[in-house]
């Protein structure tokens, strides 16, 4: 197994582990593996079976196809995760699609500056990278620093920009 395919098992199984704290997300991304690969992930998961024990119980594969099987329905999962993660995002910027900044209860100086650039929307805003809010006339960085944590509050982030 090379390198960077230990490492992305590593992030998936790190990941997995956050995401089953949400039983009902593990459990709807695992409904959207092959059977093969759902039977697998359950006998490893949930009755703690080896690869060996696995193997046995398909009876016509052996512990390294079993841990392949695995392997392979983790690193989709992980790849599930993401597209989820987006889904849900594009959920969450449709609900607030029309809403105003004003929601963000920003102080006076950021929701004027930002009124005052035609940003009138928190759609608007999170389509902005942080050095274009910056351009703007009257936006400096302590507005930009209260504008992206208002936003990471609600679980959006400006364009571009992972956290402050």
């Excluded at 079993?66 to 597209?83: D, G, N, P, T």
Aim: charged share 30%; aromatic share 6%.
């Amino acid at each position: 197994m090379n390198a960077a395919r230990k490492r992305a098992i590593k992030e998936c199984l790190s990941d997995l582990s956050a995401i089953e704290k949400d039983g009902a997300k593990l459990e709807r991304m695992i409904k959207r593996l092959p059977e093969r690969s759902q039977l697998v992930i359950k006998l490893r998961r949930d009755e703690g079976m080896g690869y060996f024990e696995i193997g046995e119980q398909f009876g016509q594969i052996t512990n390294n196809q079993a841990s392949h099987i695995y392997h392979q329905a983790l690193i989709y999962l992980l790849r599930m995760k993401v597209k989820i993660e987006k889904e849900d995002n594009a959920k969450k910027e449709e609900e607030l699609f029309g809403k105003s900044i004003t929601e963000l209860m920003l102080g006076i100086r950021s929701e004027n500056a930002l009124l005052f650039n035609e940003i009138k929307y928190i759609n608007q805003l999170t389509k902005m990278s942080p050095a274009e809010l910056l351009r703007c006339r009257g936006f400096g960085r302590s507005c930009l620093i209260e504008v992206m944590r208002r936003l990471q509050a609600i679980g959006l982030n400006l364009s571009g920009e992972n956290t402050i």
